[in-house]
Each structure stands twice: as C-alpha cells, then as structure tokens.
C-alpha cells in the first residue's frame, strides 16, 4: 500500500516570494506521482505529474516539482507566487492499478 | 471538450433519506472513479468502473454505498439511508480508454453533500 505526507497544512506567503510545498510518499514499488490544485468551492485540476525520465517536471502556472527517489519525495515550488495562487494543493501518487492514493493537503494563502 | 461533469452540485439530504450523485466523464473515458473528502481531509478513493464492470471498490465503505457506470449514461454514486458522517464532497473523476497507469485522471467540481 502507499501512502503521501504533506508536511505542512497551511503554508502563508507574501505575493511575489517563493513557495514550497513537501510532499513524502511511501511505497514499496514504482509509483507516478501527481500535484493537484482546488481552488475553494472547485474541483481538482491537474498541475503537473512526474511519471519517468528527468525528475525535474514543469506543469502550469509557473510550478514546479522534482523527484527525489532516494529520499522519497516529490517538492512542489514557484520562485514567485501571486494572489490567485491562493488555493489547498494536493500531491497524490498511484502504483499499480488506478487509484490515487492522496496527501492530506496544504492550504497556500498569499498575502499581499 | 466538456469536462467532467457532476450533477448536482449541492445536495441536502435528511438522516435516513437516499443521495444520488451523478456523473458523466470527459469524452472518450470510459474509465471513472470516485472519490470522498471529509472536511479537512485530502481525498479518500472509494471505487473505480469501467462501463458495466466495478473493478476496484476497496474503498467503499461496507453498507449503504454502491455504484454503477452502466452501458448508457452517467455513473451514479447512491448511498441510502444516509447520515450525518456522510457528509461530505464526492468527487468523480475519468481517465481515458484504453487504461493505463501513466493516464491522468480528471477531476469533475463536486458534489457537496450536506446531510441534516
């Protein structure tokens, strides 16, 4: 079974600071791994997702994330982060069949 | 390309009534999944269709829970005699055939289920 730990549950930022989110998984085999955004009241939308080859993986917005194998993680950043980054971010992992296996969320507030 | 689609949005049920959550994938998916989030938790998996077939339901809860995705139509959700616990938001999401692993699966708005 996997399981994802998201270390920080609320993280605040001022506007146009760097952000990262941490995210450790654990698994005994190979698994993808996935960064979900929700903004308040919507559903997930997909932000970027590491499934092979370079562990640096760019996706929307300006984010970021790398893979780490050897110490299991899987960092979500952006050098610069807006108002409308203000949302609760999700780093999600899947094995083996298809279900994703969830942290528990890390709540960005961006402050002006 | 419509997305996921989920309907209806919000739903208030009372102790002991049924709930029915709608879904209808992307275009081209056959291929969905369910998911619950308690409030203040991230997303818990509950079960995953292909059309006509559950494949994985490990994470239905045992009584009162099931789903479907039949031939024609949208996947529903139904939990009967509904409680205050099952207050929560559902979400569905879809991945496209064939299935693989490396699919994404995308994720419809939700249902918030309120139960009084």
């Known amino acids: 079974a996997q399981s994802v730990t998201q270390l920080d549950s609320q993280v605040p930022v001022f506007e146009e600071a760097p952000v990262e989110l941490r995210c450790n998984y654990s698994?005994?085999?190979?698994?993808?791994l996935f960064w979900y955004v929700q903004y308040p009241n919507q559903g997930l939308q997909l932000l970027l997702k590491?499934?092979?080859?370079?562990?640096l993986v760019k996706g929307i917005n300006g984010f970021e994330a790398e893979f780490n194998k050897s110490q299991t993680s899987f960092h979500l950043r952006k050098p610069s982060v807006h108002i409308s980054d203000t949302a609760e971010y999700f780093c999600?992992?899947?094995?083996?069949?298809?279900?994703?296996?969830f942290g528990g969320g890390t709540r960005v507030l961006v402050k002006p | 390309n419509a997305g996921v689609m989920q309907n209806p949005r919000h739903l208030v049920r009372r102790r002991g009534q049924e709930a029915r959550l709608r879904c209808s994938p992307m275009?081209?998916?056959?291929?969905v999944y369910w998911y619950r989030q308690l409030p203040e938790e991230g997303l818990k998996f509950m079960v995953y269709?292909?059309?006509?077939?559950?494949?994985?339901e490990s994470g239905m809860p045992k009584e009162r829970f099931s789903a479907e995705f039949p031939k024609e139509g949208p996947s529903i959700l139904r939990i009967q005699q509904v409680v205050r616990g099952d207050s929560a938001a559902y979400f569905c999401?879809?991945?496209?055939?064939?299935?693989?692993?490396?699919?994404?699966?995308?994720f419809g708005p939700g249902t918030r289920l309120t139960v009084l």
């Open positions: 999401a879809s991945s496209p055939t064939p299935a693989g692993s490396t699919d994404t699966q995308y």
């Open positions: 275009k081209g998916h056959s291929h």
């Open positions: 698994s005994s085999v190979s698994v993808y």
């Open positions: 269709l292909q059309k006509e077939n559950i494949i994985d």
């Open positions: 590491y499934l092979s080859g370079s562990t």
């Open positions: 999600a992992v899947k094995a083996a069949g298809n279900k994703l296996t």
